[in-house]
T-cell receptor, first 117, second 111 residues
Framework: NAGVTQTPKFQVLKTGQSMTLQCAQD?????MSWYRQDPGMGLRLIHY???????DQGEVPNGYNVSRSTTEDFPLRLLSAAPSQTSVYFC????????????????FGPGTRLTVL | GIQVEQSPPDLILQEGANSTLRCNFS?????LQWFHQNPWGQLINLFY???GTKQNGRLSATTVATERYSLLYISSSQTTDSGVYFC?????????????FGRGTQLTVWP
């Protein structure tokens, strides 16, 4: 298994441009999420999905859109990039059923480093 | 949401020393994970430990859920242990799978 993969690894955008960060997992996980990491801080949740066709907002959703058309893929869209969105973005997944404790364990992708000028 | 506090924020050690990192959380949890973020930014799963004790080589972790804290022990530290250690918890009351992160402990191990 490749686990959780993210593309691109690095990206530079100009203010106002749009782009999509890709995330895919091959573990048949129900739960997928996007986090951002800013200097000196832990990760903060942007959006998450509990299954195909179901998404919801996390702590910092403004400026980002998501969709989940398949179990495997969970892209994150920046509609109009702003310098405040300069960050490292991580995608994560888990099997997602609380009734089985170990299914809650989350696995993270390698991250995408985004700079908005 | 649930509050997660990690201590100490920074730790500097000589190679071979032992250390203990602490994670306090403000509510009942159904998930607690320890991660190591290496100097290349990669997040490595260390332990999934919502309760109890686990060991993996030189690392071990203990979570006392009733007292709302977890400890990560690193013995005989090596330079490759350097990086940031994060504690993250899942709140029993929130949507399944959602994690709340602490700000991390920056560990530097000198040769």
């Amino acid at each position: 298994n490749a686990g959780v993969t993210q593309t691109p690894k690095f990206q530079v955008l100009k203010t106002g441009q749009s782009m999509t960060l890709q995330c895919a997992q091959d573990m048949n996980h129900e739960y997928m999420s996007w986090y951002r990491q800013d200097p000196g801080m832990g990760l903060r949740l942007i959006h998450y999905s509990v299954g195909a066709g179901i998404t919801d907002q996390g702590e910092v959703p403004n400026g980002y859109n998501v969709s989940r058309s398949t179990t495997e893929d969970f892209p994150l869209r920046l509609l109009s990039a702003a310098p405040s969105q300069t960050s490292v973005y991580f995608c994560a997944s888990s099997r997602g059923r609380q009734t089985v404790s170990s299914y809650n364990e989350q696995f993270f992708g390698p991250g995408t480093r985004l700079t908005v000028l | 949401g649930i509050q997660v506090e990690q201590s100490p924020p920074d730790l500097i050690l000589q190679e071979g020393a032992n250390s203990t990192l602490r994670c306090n959380f403000s509510d009942s949890v159904n998930n607690l994970q320890w991660f190591h973020q290496n100097p290349w930014g990669q997040l490595i799963n260390l332990f999934y430990i919502p309760s109890g004790t686990k060991q993996n080589g030189r690392l071990s972790a203990t979570t006392v859920a009733t007292e709302r804290y977890s400890l990560l022990y690193i013995s005989s530290s090596q330079t490759t242990d350097s990086g940031v250690y994060f504690c993250a918890v899942g709140d029993r009351g929130s949507t399944l799978g959602r994690l709340y992160f602490g700000r991390g402990t920056q560990l530097t191990v000198w040769p």
